[in-house]
């Protein structure tokens, strides 16, 4: 256990950035979940929409440090290639 007052406030710190960052994380994968399952359903306008959010999000959690940039990149990436699958799919 912690000693001394700066220890104390390091760990009631970490522990509300530690609830934050798992709400947050929660909040990203539902995004991402909302998105796959728009995929699923094949239509491709809902997921056009659940796309855009989903790189909102993205890009927000890794300013804010949440996810490293260039894991967002590479999740947005992969994200727009399904979309870019599900277009060619519909449209052929």
């Given at each position: 256990?912690?000693?001394?007052?700066?220890?104390?406030?390091r760990i009631r710190q970490n522990e509300k950035r530690r609830l934050r960052n798992r709400a947050?994380?929660?909040?990203?994968?539902?995004?991402?979940?909302?998105?796959?399952?728009?995929?699923?359903?094949?239509?491709?306008?809902?997921?056009?929409?659940?796309?855009?959010?989903?790189?909102?999000?993205?890009?927000?959690?890794?300013?804010?440090?949440?996810?490293?940039?260039?894991?967002?990149?590479?999740?947005?990436?992969?994200?727009?290639?399904?979309?870019?699958?599900?277009?060619?799919?519909?449209?052929?």
């Open positions: 256990m912690a000693h001394s007052l700066s220890a104390k406030k947050r994380r929660s909040a990203l994968r539902t995004r991402l979940r909302a998105f796959k399952d728009a995929v699923i359903s094949g239509d491709p306008e809902v997921a056009e929409n659940r796309f855009r959010e989903a790189c909102k999000q993205l890009d927000r959690e890794a300013d804010r440090g949440l996810i490293h940039r260039n894991a967002a990149a590479r999740r947005k990436s992969r994200l727009a290639r399904r979309l870019n699958a599900l277009r060619q799919k519909k449209s052929s």
